[in-house]
């Protein structure tokens, strides 16, 4: 924003002599320089996040030791549920869990797939 | 000796309103976070200063993990996922200080905050993306006679994601500080136990030290997969797939 500005003024003193020429010649070579250090940098941030990889691992680690637990509880309350509410007990909760259990597998694998960007994508 | 879980006990301090030692602690932790904070950005200088370079990092920190998980348009939820995360954050490490109560070691606790984030998932979704957010429970590529399994297997798959994400925190910190308590129980146990016995005594007491730093560890990392999945959900809710 402010550089248009500043760069008017220069031109406005060019007539002075060389010496404002070449600081706005060498203003000028810093500004595309500039860009392109930001340029480079808003390209390489992505790849940035690499190195942090170590927590992001221990992380996901951490993660699917409760995926799958969990994907038993849920089927288990909702088949718990069923049948409290239509009375068809035990079955709702015999199926609902081995339900829970697929769920769980698939909680699991898809945790554990989240690191390869092609499932990811794939997901979307 | 006290028993390990004794510091999980609820107290109440004001019982006419219901307020206990969690309630304390959880007032503590805001107070906290709202404080430091403050503090922090007080001067807001272009050259930060030491706080305010923590404030930043932490605010860069959850802005990256947004951005990497829902895309720009995940920034609009960045106020409720760095209040979630500050919050996580600074009641795992309160938790840390010996003698304090740590709000994340309740279920109750864990799960209102992962009800928070499911409900927003499921609430947004609907209101932006109608009954398309429906699409979320059926994947594509699926034979017709085996969509009904898998939409039923994908809804409990859904309904399993408030549960992972409160029991994960709960059961670490919940498991940390009662490990920690256990060994740092025997030092006491083996020194009045006397003779050869209290030679031993500094073995528990140098697990507890590795168990300590662990749990900082632990405290940190839990703090940031409650953050990394509550984006992973909200991505759902803003790009619900096919």
């Not at chain 1, 340029?39 to 992505?46: F, I, L, M, S, V």
């Not at chain 1, 309350?77 to 597998?105: E, N």
């Not at chain 2, 107070?31 to 200063?49: E, K, Q, S």
């Not at chain 2, 009045?192 to 209290?198: P, R």
Request: aromatic content about 8%; hydrophobic content about 55%; some cysteine.
């Amino acid at each position: 924003m402010a550089n248009p500005n500043e760069r008017n003024g220069d031109n406005g003193r060019n007539s002075n002599g060389s010496d404002d020429a070449d600081l706005t010649a060498r203003m000028r070579s810093l500004d595309a320089r500039l860009d392109q250090a930001t340029a480079q940098r808003a390209k390489t941030e992505p790849r940035a996040a690499r190195p942090k990889s170590d927590s992001t691992a221990l992380g996901q680690a951490l993660r699917l030791s409760a995926e799958f637990v969990s994907g038993v509880v849920a089927g288990g309350i909702v088949g718990w549920l069923v049948d409290y509410l239509l009375g068809s007990s035990p079955w709702g909760l015999i199926v609902c869990i081995i339900l829970g259990f697929c769920a769980g597998m698939l909680n699991l694998m898809r945790a554990a797939g989240m690191v390869k960007p092609a499932r990811h994508d794939e997901k979307r | 000796m006290a028993s390990p879980i004794e510091q999980f006990q609820i107290k109440p301090i004001i019982p006419v309103i219901n307020f206990t030692n969690s309630s304390l602690f959880m007032v503590g932790t805001v107070a906290v976070i709202v404080g430091g904070l403050l503090l922090a950005t007080r001067h807001r200088a272009v050259v930060p200063g030491r706080a305010q370079s923590v404030a930043e990092m932490l605010h860069d920190f959850v802005a990256g993990t947004l951005r990497d998980a829902a895309g720009q348009d995940g920034m609009r939820f960045f106020p409720l996922v760095f209040s979630l995360f500050m919050f996580v954050l600074t009641a795992n490490m309160l938790g840390m200080i010996p003698g304090f109560f740590t709000v994340t070691s309740h279920v109750i606790v864990t799960f209102a905050l992962a009800l928070l984030v499911i409900g927003t998932v499921v609430i947004y979704g609907f209101v932006k993306h109608g009954t398309h957010f429906l699409g979320l429970f059926v994947p594509s590529g699926v034979p017709a006679w085996l969509l009904p399994f898998i939409v039923v297997i994908e809804i409990i798959s859904f309904l399993s994601r408030p549960i992972s994400l409160s029991l994960r925190l709960f059961a670490n910190m919940l498991a940390g500080h009662i490990a920690l308590k256990v060994f740092a129980g025997f030092v006491v146990s083996l020194l009045a136990a006397g003779g050869a016995l209290s030679i031993l005594a500094p073995l528990p007491l140098l697990m507890a030290v590795a168990l300590m730093a662990l749990e900082f560890l632990v405290a940190f990392l839990q703090a940031y997969v409650f953050t990394v999945l509550t984006c992973i959900y909200l991505n759902d809710a803003l790009h619900p797939g096919h």
